[in-house]
């Protein structure tokens, strides 16, 4: 069994990448197993409530022209699709704070692991293919309901400031690991993959990792 420790945000479009990329991975090598727990990375932690809009945002950030904008969004949105994640054009015009999703996406997976990755995926789809805001208490509560969580432990959380010390913890810890871009898939803390890879890089990664483990419990 593989520990997966996947970094990431929920407004990283590479992230909803990386997750379906890797599912696909882990389907061609079924003798793999792997344990998926998410890990919060903040692309925009000073990022207030209610956003800013998603070209001047990156713009200021990356220097990108809206011609490179448009590029990246185009190729974010082929990949996507040969996944079988939809990027609707347009649909993401601003960019928000994301601490409250990881909050709740730490305390589900303190409660349910597949729970924990269907919150995920249900906050991708809320921000990429719905244009909805996945910082928003309705939207969270939603996706929890979605991924069947209970929604009245969801909103207990949300309501309070549980799992924030713990939210944070984590990202200095991950940070302090080198981790500075995302998604990163850590394995069995020992190793890296990075990016939003094809599924077939993926894989092959996956069986070689699984084949020197195998091999240096046997030592």
Same mark, same amino acid.
């Given at each position: 069994?593989?520990?997966?420790?996947?970094?990431?945000?929920?407004?990283?479009?590479?992230?909803?990448?990386?997750?379906?990329?890797?599912?696909?991975?882990?389907?061609?090598?079924?003798?793999?197993?792997?344990?998926?727990?998410?890990?919060?990375?903040?692309?925009?932690?000073?990022?207030?409530?209610?956003?800013?809009?998603?070209?001047?945002?990156?713009? /200021?950030?990356? +220097? #990108?022209?809206?011609?490179? @904008?448009?590029?990246?969004?185009?190729?974010?949105?082929? *990949?996507? $699709? &040969?996944?079988?994640?939809?990027?609707?054009?347009?649909?993401?015009?601003?960019?928000?704070?994301?601490?409250?999703?990881?909050?709740?996406?730490?305390?589900?997976?303190?409660?349910?692991?597949?729970?924990?990755?269907?919150?995920?995926?249900?906050?991708?789809?809320?921000?990429?293919?719905?244009? /909805?805001?996945? +910082? #928003?208490?309705?939207?969270? @509560?939603?996706?929890?309901?979605?991924?069947?969580?209970? *929604?009245? $432990? &969801?909103?207990?959380?949300?309501?309070?400031?549980?799992?924030?010390?713990?939210?944070?913890?984590?990202?200095?810890?991950?940070?302090?690991?080198?981790?500075?871009?995302?998604?990163?898939?850590?394995?069995?803390?020992?190793?890296?993959?990075?990016?939003?890879?094809?599924?077939?890089?993926?894989?092959?990664?996956?069986?070689?990792?699984?084949?020197?483990?195998?091999?240096?419990?046997?030592?």
């Amino acid at each position: 069994m593989l520990k997966i420790d996947f970094v990431s945000d929920v407004s990283c479009p590479w992230c909803a990448i990386g997750l379906k990329s890797l599912d696909q991975a882990l389907s061609q090598v079924p003798e793999v197993q792997a344990e998926i727990r998410f890990q919060p990375f903040e692309l925009n932690p000073q990022m207030p409530a209610e956003g800013e809009e998603i070209n001047a945002h990156l713009t /200021r950030k990356y +220097g #990108a022209s809206p011609a490179q @904008l448009e590029q990246t969004r185009e190729q974010i949105r082929q *990949r996507g $699709a &040969a996944l079988g994640f939809s990027f609707t054009k347009g649909a993401r015009d601003r960019i928000y704070n994301t601490f409250d999703a990881h909050r709740l996406l730490h305390w589900a997976g303190e409660t349910d692991l597949a729970k924990q990755k269907a919150l995920k995926l249900a906050l991708f789809t809320a921000y990429f293919t719905e244009g /909805r805001n996945p +910082g #928003a208490r309705d939207v969270l @509560l939603a996706a929890a309901e979605s991924a069947g969580l209970d *929604r009245a $432990a &969801a909103e207990a959380v949300l309501d309070s400031d549980a799992h924030a010390e713990a939210v944070r913890e984590q990202e200095s810890f991950w940070q302090a690991q080198g981790i500075s871009s995302v998604p990163a898939l850590v394995i069995n803390e020992r190793y890296l993959l990075q990016g939003g890879q094809p599924p077939e890089v993926f894989a092959q990664a996956l069986r070689q990792i699984a084949a020197e483990e195998a091999k240096a419990a046997g030592a």
